[in-house]
């Protein structure tokens, strides 16, 4: 998905949850400033539309209470935590595919951040083969889940190779792209440890250190497909290595990094 119909699928989903609301305030001869409904989508800004759909009908039928955000996303319909990291895991190859490794990455459900911090950096996990993506879905999922119960986990977000390189020469942090997966957010994330990207910050933010060591179990990849994967990965080592020598040392900064700007939603 390009920038411009991501663009256009937040145009969309504001609009519906513009009209949703509208009608809300409307039943209650409500009247709402631009600045407040504006503020009311964009706490909501993070459920399918259809979901607040079903909060708005379920508080119209139980609930005498003066509106807010908070209240009416109590009655929005909520996933088990199973639910959730199946729909995170396709929220991760989504980015991968849109993004790659590139650029640094900030998953708006904080324990997705965590899940992949538990076995990978962001650059590794999109470096996987279709093979290991395998394994690595079933590492992911049983990471999601024990992060979920337990609130142990580093959350921070993930950086790119631009965020690395960028590093190494002193230059300025990338954009991090913001990923709202369309998942609400969990009660344990404020549990989890979360220390923000920023220029000043020192580079062992970019270290990962899992902090569920013997909680989840450990998914190996069999040795065939491993030993057929590390002689792709040389290849694509030498590959790389071969066309390293002529890049601009800005095209990490200002090359690739702008061709994707802003945020993205899932859905």
Not at 103 to 116: C, G, H, L
Not at 197 to 224: H, M, R
Request: aromatic share 6%; proline share 6%; glycine share 6%.
């Amino acid at each position: 998905m390009n920038q411009m119909s991501r663009s256009d699928s937040i145009t969309q989903r504001k609009a519906d949850l513009r009209k949703i609301l509208e009608s809300f305030f409307g039943l209650r001869n409500i009247k709402l400033t631009a600045d407040q409904l504006k503020s009311w989508i964009d706490a909501l800004i993070d459920l399918k539309v259809s979901d607040v759909q079903v909060a708005v009908d379920r508080f119209n039928r139980e609930c005498t209470d003066y509106p807010s955000p908070a209240a009416l996303r109590k009655f929005a319909p909520v996933l088990n935590d199973a639910e959730r990291a199946a729909k995170a895991w396709t929220s991760v190859r989504k980015q991968i595919r849109c993004f790659g490794s590139m650029r640094t990455i900030n998953f708006q459900d904080r324990i997705i951040n965590a899940a992949i911090r538990t076995r990978w950096t962001w650059e590794k996990l999109c470096g996987l083969s279709s093979e290991e993506m395998v394994w690595a879905e079933k590492h992911f999922i049983q990471a999601y889940l024990v992060i979920a119960k337990t609130g142990q986990g580093d959350a921070s977000p993930l950086p790119g190779i631009a965020e690395r390189e960028n590093r190494s020469r002193g230059l300025p942090s990338p954009e991090t792209v913001e990923i709202h997966s369309g998942l609400p957010e969990h009660p344990i994330a404020k549990h989890l440890e979360y220390v923000p990207l920023n220029n000043k910050q020192a580079p062992q933010a970019i270290e990962y250190k899992p902090k569920t060591a013997g909680l989840i179990p450990e998914f190996s990849v069999p040795k065939d497909v491993s030993d057929e994967v590390a002689k792709e990965e040389a290849v694509r080592d030498q590959s790389r290595r071969q066309q390293r020598p002529g890049r601009h040392p800005k095209a990490t900064q200002e090359g690739r990094g702008q061709s994707r700007r802003g945020d993205a939603i899932d859905g």
